[in-house]
């Protein structure tokens, strides 16, 4: 029996309000990228365990396991359309369009044992394996028609133009059962008036048995287990329906939102379809053998579902659905329990210890009763692991709602569960609460205090009362894209709420204290600037002696001598030093001039003052370091001592 694949979907509802909340898929669907580029169509091997997917783009045929895994790739296949598996699932045949062949493979080895030509320029585009032989649609358009290869002779024989005289307005779909020997199922679906017809082939030679025109335009059909009737998805945008072979007459119809696009029928009778779902409400429609039950409806994908193929299968023991979405296949482990949407709700924010209510619903199109239990969990600080919350009952029209005073505060977490039944599969959903903290009192000293340069400095974090947490970290962070932020010390604050680290500074540094919360009191973090002086000095040189006299120490040169001024500075890059004169007059220090020089790699900067230098005339040089125009923001503002000189004959 013919076994094919579409994607199965997963229900999943979600409502926006002012509370936060999410929606958990019931079940345990599972789905895994595929290396496909398109699906033509889609066989499953039930004695192999394989999935056999036809990707006309890529000129190949993929081989999977039930779980999506890549097992091989069947390639030099141009243009490969439509796949068929022998009775016995011993050999896969595929109508390679771009090669004017159909090529078989042994699906145990998955080794390609025959090739069979059916004619230059046929394009054969659809195969079916009926009563020992290979049934092909081929052509293009109108100038299509229906072939078929006799593989069991010496010399196997290619037949065409076997449509018993119809004018096919595309290359018809095959279908043909083992369980229904001497028939086979042709449908015309390139045109509206295009009918699905039945072929006697039991001479060999096709014969019409039946014909109807059932609006065209169909994009997929599937046999029952028993060969005798066949569920078609179209024509028309809400078209998915079962007829008996013997006449075309009508024997049910499955109601769908939007244009079915693939189908499939399990063992035991149930059918699987797949609807392009514009609006994104569901695509994948299960339905049993009760007509008064309603569908079972999964939404697999955001997207609309794939069409022109064949995508959907049930596995060989039909307790699987495959689908295939684009490169994706989702694998449905439990597709006949219906899929159920638990929403839950609460308020965004809340009061610690403050009762509030949790809302939401389940909903399932096979509605469940009131009663239902449902299992809820808390999870907060306070029990990161959850805590159950008891069992909460389902009320009226699906709905459910329960108080609860939350004892810890930040982020809260409450999960209801619903175990499912025989029916039903499991649902879970959960909502978020930011409950409220009190905000805990820390301190640091020493903000806004400036340092000697290479200072060890006592920072000192106080906090205050808290619930159980009464660890701080103290954080440095220097000046400069080069010092990231790290952590100094880390520990629990002594009985009087204090914690204290050292810092050896040498740059201009934040330097943070951080709380992290508790289950009743809330984070914390306080920041406080501190500067950090450079260590600059001011060697002269050139003089013939120094002498203590006005006050200081002053370096006498020769009036024909230039002094030189080195100035040894923290070094830093692009860091410059300010030189600054002074001159006495009449008791008074006057301004001199001043200008940067740049530092050398090691901070040293060597100027020398020329002449003419005119002698009597006291002065005094300094070297500092101004935050900005120094050429960097590193460090605070730093002014040397002043070395103090005059000129003589």
């Given amino acids: 029996m013919r076994l094919r694949t579409l994607p199965t979907a997963t229900a999943l509802a979600v409502l926006f309000s002012s509370a936060a909340l999410t929606a958990v898929p019931a079940h345990a669907d599972s789905s895994r990228p595929v290396a496909v580029q398109d699906t033509d169509d889609m066989v499953v091997d039930g004695v192999h365990q394989r999935v056999f997917l036809a990707d006309r783009s890529a000129g190949q045929v993929l081989v999977t396991d039930y779980t999506g895994r890549t097992v091989a790739t069947l390639t030099g296949l141009p243009q490969v359309r439509d796949l068929d598996l022998s009775p016995d699932s011993g050999t896969l045949y595929a109508a390679v369009q771009g090669a004017d062949r159909i090529v078989a493979y042994d699906t145990a080895t998955l080794t390609r044992t025959a090739e069979y030509p059916t004619g230059d320029k046929t394009e054969p585009s659809r195969v079916a394996y009926a009563d020992g032989k290979l049934w092909f649609g081929y052509g293009d358009q109108w100038d299509s028609g229906l072939g078929v290869v006799d593989p069991t002779t010496e010399t196997p024989t290619v037949t065409l133009d076997l449509a018993a ?39 060999g030679t096709p014969a019409i048995r039946v014909t109807a025109n059932k609006g065209g335009f169909y994009r997929d059909a599937a046999l029952t287990p028993d060969g005798q009737n066949v569920v078609v998805a179209g024509p028309g945008i809400r078209a998915l329906t079962e007829y ?10 499955f109601p769908v939102p939007s244009e079915p696009e693939t189908v499939d029928v399990a063992p035991d009778g149930t059918v699987a379809a797949t609807v392009l779902d514009t609006d994104n409400t569901g695509d994948t429609y299960i339905f049993g053998s009760d007509p008064t039950r309603p569908a079972n409806v999964r939404n697999l994908t955001s997207s609309w579902m794939p069409w022109g193929g064949h995508s959907t299968s049930w596995t060989a023991d039909g307790t ?23 929403t839950v709700t609460a308020p965004y924010t809340a009061t610690r210890a403050k009762p509030l ?7 399932s199109a096979l509605p469940l009763p009131s009663g239902t239990p449902l299992q809820v969990t808390r999870t907060d600080l306070d029990s990161p692991n959850g805590k159950s919350l008891g069992t909460k009952t389902l ?64 920072f000192t974090a106080h906090l205050g009362t808290t619930y159980k947490n009464r660890k701080v970290e103290i954080w440095a962070d220097p000046a400069g894209d080069d010092k990231p932020e790290k952590l100094v010390k880390s520990g629990t604050v002594n009985s009087s709420g204090n914690l204290s680290a050292t810092l050896d500074l040498r740059r201009d540094t934040k330097v943070i204290a951080r709380f992290r919360g508790d289950a009743r009191y809330g984070s914390r973090a306080v920041v406080v600037n501190v500067g950090t002086k450079v260590k600059v000095s001011t060697a002269v040189s050139g ?38 004169f002074q001159i006495y007059y009449n008791g008074v220090w006057y301004d001199g001039g001043s200008e940067y020089f740049p530092l050398s790699g090691s901070g040293v900067s060597k100027v020398t003052l020329t002449g003419p230098h005119e002698t009597g005339w006291r002065m005094r040089v300094r070297s500092k370091y101004v935050d900005d125009i120094s050429g960097d923001t590193v460090n605070s503002t730093t ?8 000129f003589t004959k």
């Fill in 320 to 342: 699987k659905l495959l689908v295939m979405t684009g490169a994706e296949m989702y694998i449905v482990d439990e597709p006949r329990k219906y899929a159920p949407t638990l």
């Fill in 543 to 580: 003089h013939y002696k120094t002498k203590s006299t006005w006050g200081h120490t002053y370096h006498f040169f020769r009036k024909t001598k230039n002094p030189v001024f080195t100035t040894t500075m923290t070094a830093y890059p692009g860091r410059k030093q300010g030189l600054e």
């Fill in 165 to 203: 005289g119809h004018d096919f307005a595309g290359p018809p779909k095959l279908y043909a059962d083992p369980d229904n020997p001497g028939t086979l199922l042709a449908l015309d679906a390139g045109i509206s008036s295009g009918p699905i017809i039945v072929y006697d082939i039991s001479t």
């Fill in 395 to 458: 009320g009226a029209n699906g709905a459910f709602s329960f108080a609860d005073t939350p004892p810890a505060g930040a982020q809260v977490t409450y999960r209801v569960t619903y175990a499912g039944d025989a029916t039903h599969a499991p649902a879970s959903g959960s909502a978020v609460v930011q409950v409220s903290r009190a905000l805990p009192a820390l301190s640091l000293n020493n903000n806004g205090k400036v340092y000697s340069y290479g200072a060890d400095v006592k």
């Fill in 244 to 253: 008996r072979l013997s006449d075309l007459a009508e024997v049910r119809t």
């Fill in 357 to 363: 209510t949790v809302k939401g619903s389940l909903k």
């Fill in 639 to 646: 002014y040397g001592a002043w070395k103090y000189f005059t």
